[in-house]
């Protein structure tokens, strides 16, 4: 494989740190010497590159869960490649990994790096897929949902950006398990989109005058299960709405990303005593023993036709950042993949 190697590889680096939602000159293309891996290690050329939320807090000189990308530096990301150079007998050449990697077309990693799974591709199903619904998204949407959240048959579930990548997962997988879904979106495109995955009631946040009328309206009987995938005031909003034992999965708090020195209050978690309410956060792979069933669950929903990946495809490396500024502008719908070759 390595004899069809071009001669340099090429990044996404960080220029500046955004302030607010990330411009196009935060970010530029350069190129360095083919990197060579070294013993035990391999080269991997990446092929879909997945664009996430949680790579604009990696881009703040902040603590999170990630060191913040240094200036410079190529952005962090996770991506799905496949190994062209191989110096581990586990690892061999042609063989499908996903990793946490960077943003650069090809990248050296260790047996150790961060992520790293093998990826089996099921025949006739596109590798995207596997960075997508039948990946980690679909994967945080069954932890939030079942890990975490409890969710169970006849149980009113609340998704917010439920026309996004894991809320739309998350919208099909609830229906699944046989609960009530309340689907929350801004727009008439995405609200469609909410009513062909199967919701059962839909809330246009940006059309509706009091949203928490329109959730009173959309779950009468409270709400059992709360993935939230935004924070911020909704939050305050769904609380007093909740069921007596309700919970609240965590996924994320997109809605303050942007502007993280001015994190949003919440007010209302007295709620959390009145309903005797149960709030946590989570990351996927905290729940490493759950994600076999997951899967499992993932792929035959996918094989029955009952799990729709919804996608926002860009192509070519160099599409990173455009992608990952409309990702954070709020307007996309589904998983944003940009796909290399
Ligand atoms: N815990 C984990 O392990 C884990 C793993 C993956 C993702 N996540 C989290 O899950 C959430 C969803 O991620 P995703 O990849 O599925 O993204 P996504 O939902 O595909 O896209 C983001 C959506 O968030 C909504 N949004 C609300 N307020 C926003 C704001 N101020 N700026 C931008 N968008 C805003 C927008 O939809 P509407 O306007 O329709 O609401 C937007 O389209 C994020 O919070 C992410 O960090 C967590």
Same mark, same amino acid.
């Given at each position: 494989?390595?004899?069809?190697?071009?001669?340099?590889?090429?990044?996404?680096?960080?220029?500046?740190?955004?302030?607010?939602?990330?411009?196009?000159?935060?970010?530029?293309?350069?190129?360095?010497?083919?990197?060579?891996?070294?013993?035990?290690?391999?080269?991997?050329?990446?092929?879909?590159?997945?664009?996430?939320?949680?790579?604009?807090?990696?881009?703040?000189?902040?603590?999170?869960?990630?060191?913040?990308?240094?200036?410079?530096?190529?952005?962090?990301?996770?991506?799905?490649?496949?190994?062209?150079?191989?110096?581990?007998?586990?690892?061999?050449?042609?063989?499908?990994?996903?990793?946490?990697?960077?943003?650069?077309?090809?990248?050296?990693? #260790?047996? +150790? $790096?961060?992520?790293?799974? /093998?990826?089996? %591709?099921?025949? &006739?199903?596109? !590798?995207? @897929?596997?960075?997508?619904?039948?990946?980690?998204?679909?994967?945080?949407?069954?932890?939030?949902?079942?890990?975490?959240?409890?969710?169970?048959?006849?149980?009113?579930?609340?998704?917010?950006?439920?026309?996004?990548?894991?809320?739309?997962?998350?919208?099909?997988?609830?229906?699944?398990?046989?609960?009530?879904?309340?689907?929350?979106?801004?727009?008439?495109?995405?609200?469609?989109?909410?009513?062909?995955? #199967?919701? +059962? $009631?839909?809330?246009?946040? /940006?059309?509706? %005058?009091?949203? &928490?009328?329109? !959730?009173? @309206?959309?779950?009468?009987?409270?709400?059992?299960?709360?993935?939230?995938?935004?924070?911020?005031?909704?939050?305050?909003?769904?609380?007093?709405?909740?069921?007596?034992?309700?919970?609240?999965?965590?996924?994320?708090?997109?809605?303050?990303?942007?502007?993280?020195?001015?994190?949003?209050?919440?007010?209302?978690?007295?709620?959390?005593?009145?309903?005797?309410?149960?709030?946590?956060?989570?990351?996927?792979?905290?729940?490493?023993?759950?994600?076999?069933?997951?899967?499992?669950?993932?792929?035959?929903?996918?094989?029955?036709?009952?799990?729709?990946?919804?996608?926002?495809?860009?192509?070519?490396?160099?599409?990173?950042?455009?992608?990952?500024?409309?990702?954070?502008?709020?307007?996309?719908?589904?998983?944003?993949?940009?796909?290399?070759?």
């Amino acid at each position: 494989m390595s004899s069809s190697l071009p001669a340099t590889a090429r990044h996404i680096i960080l220029r500046h740190r955004p302030v607010g939602v990330p411009q196009a000159d935060c970010f530029a293309l350069s190129e360095t010497p083919m990197p060579q891996p070294g013993q035990g290690q391999m080269l991997v050329r990446m092929l879909v590159g997945s664009v996430d939320p949680a790579i604009r807090g990696f881009l703040d000189d902040r603590p999170s869960y990630l060191p913040p990308v240094a200036i410079g530096a190529p952005v962090n990301g996770m991506s799905l490649g496949q190994i062209v150079v191989s110096h581990h007998p586990d690892w061999p050449e042609g063989a499908f990994v996903r990793v946490f990697g960077t943003w650069s077309d090809h990248f050296v990693i #260790g047996p +150790d $790096a961060l992520g790293l799974e /093998r990826v089996t %591709p099921a025949p &006739g199903v596109p !590798l995207r @897929a596997y960075m997508g619904a039948l990946g980690p998204v679909g994967l945080t949407a069954w932890v939030g949902l079942f890990a975490v959240g409890a969710a169970k048959a006849g149980e009113t579930v609340l998704i917010s950006a439920a026309a996004g990548a894991t809320g739309s997962t998350a919208l099909q997988l609830a229906k699944a398990a046989g609960c009530r879904v309340v689907a929350m979106a801004g727009g008439a495109h995405k609200a469609q989109i909410l009513r062909d995955l #199967g919701a +059962d $009631a839909v809330v246009d946040y /940006r059309a509706v %005058p009091n949203l &928490g009328a329109a !959730l009173d @309206a959309a779950a009468p009987g409270g709400i059992d299960v709360y993935f939230d995938n935004i924070g911020g005031p909704t939050l305050d909003i769904v609380l007093p709405r909740m069921h007596e034992q309700g919970r609240i999965a965590l996924c994320g708090m997109i809605a303050q990303y942007n502007d993280a020195d001015h994190p949003y209050g919440v007010q209302n978690l007295w709620q959390m005593v009145i309903k005797r309410l149960t709030m946590r956060g989570f990351l996927t792979y905290d729940h490493a023993d759950r994600l076999g069933e997951a899967q499992a669950m993932l792929d035959r929903l996918h094989h029955a036709g009952r799990l729709r990946p919804l996608e926002n495809i860009h192509h070519g490396f160099e599409r990173l950042p455009e992608a990952f500024i409309a990702l954070m502008q709020g307007t996309t719908t589904g998983k944003t993949l940009v796909e290399i070759a």
